[in-house]
């Protein structure tokens, strides 16, 4: 298949309101040059006494991005979701789906492979010389694995039996 590109992976939020049970996903990215997750692995480091050499554990990953600098555009649906969360000075918690667009199988409609994350989004910086906004996504506990079929440009996330 060869390299694959950022275009490759689409990252989707839950844009829906606490009332409504259906997610309503809205592709991130107008506006955005850089989203990347950091895995923040959560090391405990510690040496006995009778050791000469510490020894490390593996506790957990503490999974997070920032979107820094993403440049507002009036029309974009994410945009004006940050900014009522914004307004309120408030944090959003909510899900995210992360797609690999570049896994797609079957005929017809397509099945991708897919992560979904429950999250919790704060805004950090607002406006500067080129309105703009920024803000960090939290990941609360561990993805759930599954996959993704994408209609009218909304996916529908169907979690692994596995």
Known sequence: MGQMKRKDFAHYFDTSTSETLTPDWTLEGIGVEA?????NPQIDTFKQIIDDVA????????????????????????????NEARKKAESIETKMLEVNMASGTGSGTLSYE?????????????LGEN????????????????SVTITSGKPTFTESAD
């Not at 989203?35 to 895995?39: G, H, I, R, V």
């Not at 994350?117 to 607002?126: A, T």
């Open 55 to 82: 020894s490390s554990t593996f506790d957990s990953y503490q999974i997070q991005s920032s979107v820094s600098g993403k440049r507002i555009d009036k029309d974009d649906e994410i945009w004006k979701w940050l």
């Open 114 to 126: 897919a992560l979904q994350y429950n999250v919790l989004i704060v805004i950090n910086e607002f």
């Open 35 to 39: 989203l990347s997750l950091s895995y």
């Open 131 to 146: 309105a703009t906004i920024s803000y960090d996504v939290y990941v609360k506990g561990k993805p759930t694995v599954g």
